[in-house]
């Protein structure tokens, strides 16, 4: 059974920065794209990002677009999603997903249980 | 850009049949997907594909959709299927994806 672990949440001030991890198991996690998605507290839910497998396509919500940015290393099995310049808007759990097969992009099958961040002063 | 309309609550007693609806254009071109989440626990997958249901969710769970309509119904709703029900797709350039705002159900 394929897990998803989202790790590296926490409080920063506004204008700082964090970096979260979300790590699979699986032998074959690099054939897989993997979506960012957030929800803030009492809200829906917010696609943020999407990196295809090698990285050969990345895109982002509009919401973050410039000053977050999607990676993975398939080596570790994990992607990450650096967050810079945040701000209180962007208090949320953030969770890690994927399709259950690697032919899929935009179904998400599989879901991390999430990580919570909160931009406060 | 476009945007994906979803009631924000729906109520059904016990063991009968709801239908929680999804509206945007881009649902006239792209699958529409549906998740359930209850509160405090990370969505869950219940219909991908406009109509395709994963393995280990109940055959209750069905989707449907018509022109820029996808739906989800649930036949014979349960206690336990009482959650917030949140669909998306990709928008109108093929590649973001859209959530719909979510519908609270209360199953009554």
């Known amino acids: 059974q394929v897990q998803l672990v989202e790790s590296g949440g926490g409080v920063v001030q506004p204008g700082g920065s964090l970096r979260l991890s979300c790590a699979a198991s699986?032998?074959?996690?690099?054939?897989?794209?993997i979506h960012w998605v957030r929800q803030a507290p009492g809200k829906g839910l917010e696609w943020v990002a999407v990196i295809w497998y090698d990285e050969i396509y990345k895109y982002y919500g509009d919401s973050v677009k410039g000053r977050f940015a999607i990676s993975r290393d398939d080596s570790k099995n994990t992607v990450y999603l650096q967050m810079n310049n945040l701000m209180v808007d962007d208090t949320a759990v953030y969770y890690c997903?994927?399709?259950?097969?690697?032919?899929?992009?935009?179904?998400?099958?599989?879901w991390g249980k999430g990580t919570t961040v909160t931009v406060s002063s | 850009s476009s945007e994906l309309a979803q009631d924000p609550a729906v109520s059904v007693a016990l063991g009968q049949t709801v239908t929680i609806t999804c509206q945007g254009d881009?649902?006239?071109?792209?699958?529409a997907n549906w998740y359930q989440q209850r509160p405090g626990q990370a969505p869950v997958m219940v219909i991908y594909?406009?109509?395709n249901r994963p393995s280990g969710i109940p055959d209750r769970f069905s989707g449907s959709f018509s022109g820029n309509t996808a739906s989800l119904i649930i036949t014979g709703a349960q206690a336990e299927d009482e959650a917030d029900y949140h669909c998306n797709s990709r928008d109108s350039s093929g590649y973001h994806l859209l959530f719909g705002g979510g519908t609270k159900l209360t199953v009554l």
């Open positions: 594909h406009n109509t």
């Open positions: 997903a994927r399709p259950e097969d690697s032919n899929m992009v935009w179904a998400m099958h599989v």
């Open positions: 699986g032998s074959t996690f690099r054939r897989y794209v």
């Open positions: 881009s649902l006239r071109v792209y699958y």
